[in-house]
């Protein structure tokens, strides 16, 4: 018994070692793994392209594509490992769709200047919203925010604390953390968007392949199952992380200017 006693005792000391220095690395080394900026894909001719300062002065690369004609603004928040010229025939698809768009690298990518961090996306994201409502008269009743995959984060934090005409997640995931762990093990997690998206009370559109290998396809179930409505789901089946814009892009757009008309008209 005595022996028994004793190696239970080491089981659990290495255990809370194992989670102690998980946790540790959670929160110092985290936003390494998330944030993955590769060399800028464009340069200072990329249509709609300027420069805006964050609060602390740093350079933030934005793409404006202004539409006389649309009700909405899509307000798109990119990938974790690409930039605004990887996006670009997106944007581009969104604009001839008939939404004016825009859209920001996050620190560090493309002609951004900085480092990302779930704080610094947080804090740009509200620089370039106060670039809107100030520069091109855009409030978030008149936006459509739109966020992919690492995306969804700085979507879903907008949509709760701000009234946005409406949501759009392509492949969210429900927190950073669990993406690998698949259920919460931590007391903190990075973009948490499970715990947030109840406060969004705006109209949500949820976009998720079937065969998502990277954030798995539970995520946006677990999301649209806790989202408010109203709310729509379209799972595409057979579609991966990676491709599923290649694969359901169209109908993704026909979405989209669907969910568009029931969205309340813009003051």
């Known amino acids: 018994m005595k022996r028994l006693r004793y190696f239970l005792w080491r089981v659990a000391r290495f255990l809370l070692v194992l989670y102690i220095g998980l946790a540790v690395f ?47 603004t899509i307000f798109y928040f990119h990938g974790n490992a690409e930039d605004l010229g990887d996006d670009f025939p997106q944007l581009r698809d969104f604009h001839a769709a008939g939404f004016a768009v825009l859209a920001f690298d996050y620190r560090g990518y493309g002609r951004s200047g900085g480092k990302a961090s779930e704080a610094n996306v947080y804090a740009d994201t509200r620089a370039v919203l106060a670039y809107a409502r100030e520069k091109l008269g855009v409030t978030p009743e008149r936006m459509v925010v739109v966020g992919r995959s690492v995306g969804s984060g700085p979507a879903v934090e907008l949509a709760a604390h701000e009234p946005v005409a409406g949501l759009v997640l392509i492949s969210p995931f429900t927190s950073a953390f669990r993406v690998l762990t698949r259920v919460k093990i931590l007391p903190f997690d990075r973009f948490d968007n499970l715990a947030k998206i109840g406060r969004v009370r705006a109209p949500m559109l949820i976009f998720h392949g079937t065969a998502d290998e990277v954030i798995p396809f539970s995520h946006g179930k677990s999301l649209f199952a806790t989202a408010n409505g109203p709310k729509r789901n379209v799972w595409i089946e057979g579609a991966h992380h990676n491709d599923i814009i290649a694969i359901a892009g169209d109908r993704i757009l026909r979405e989209l200017t669907a969910f568009e008309q029931i969205l309340p008209a813009a003051p």
């Open 26 to 72: 959670g929160w110092l080394g985290s936003e390494r793994m998330i944030f993955q900026p590769q060399p800028a894909s464009y340069g200072a001719d990329l249509p709609g392209w300027r420069e805006v300062k964050a609060a602390d002065g740093t350079p933030l690369a934005v793409v404006h594509l202004p539409n006389a004609a649309a009700r909405h």
